[in-house]
């Protein structure tokens, strides 16, 4: 596997967005091909993403 991360910081050091560029890996999950969340420092997750619900995070997601 090879490949490189983008950086974008938004308010340092506390909002960061990576964009990650990979090959040589099996297919994403389909949970990860969405749309990501433009950069900005509002974004904040879901209540129940913060409260690790299932049905709010990804498969197999440990905190």
């Not at 983008?6 to 091909?33: A, N, R, S």
């Not at 749309?35 to 209540?47: I, R």
Request: with cysteine.
């Amino acid at each position: 596997v090879s490949g490189q991360v983008k950086l974008h910081q938004i308010v340092f050091p506390f909002k960061i967005f990576y964009t990650f560029y990979l090959k040589g890996i099996g297919e994403l999950p389909e949970e990860l091909l969405c749309k990501p969340v433009d950069p900005h420092p509002a974004v904040e997750a879901v209540p129940a993403a913060k409260a690790c619900e299932p049905h709010a995070t990804i498969a197999n997601f440990t905190n």
